[in-house]
């Protein structure tokens, strides 16, 4: 890989995995600073990377990677790495991977109509996980539920989620 073509990669995808490493990361600075590594890396390894295959499933894995490394690591996320809270980061994923010309925003608001579609309780509980930060302990706390409930409510949310966006084309 040359100059140009590392040029029209950055180009062609720093904002889309700027968007995505920011909505796994929840800070657009810790997100542009993933996505300045990624790149970095790219252009250190490029004499050792097979570019035959497409270098898009390469950049979002390494920026998904790079993102769930900092949230391990940073002290002050809301973060409970499962398979089910991993959910909707994965669903971004595989939407942005299949579907270039799907804009982030479009998502975006549909999955804000889906969370207004939810029960009020389970809605409560998501958006002080996802919009406030709160992790599951501080929310059972306020809310006055175990935390396996708000668990159970966040699940439940996510499931849906993934159903609706699956019945809309977004999810294969």
Known sequence: MNRDDFEIIYLKYYNVLRIFACRIVGDDSAAEDIIQDV???LWSNRMSLDFSKSIKPYLYRAVHNRSLDFLKLSDNKNVTISNQED???QILYTT???HDELSFNDIESYILECVDQLPERCKEVFLLSRH???KNREIAEKLKISIK???KHISSALQTLSNHLKKRGYRS
């Open 87 to 89: 959910l909707l980061e």
């Open 96 to 98: 942005f991977t299949s």
């Open 39 to 41: 790149f970095a890396e």
């Open 132 to 134: 406030d930060n709160l």
């Open 149 to 151: 409930t708000v668990e």
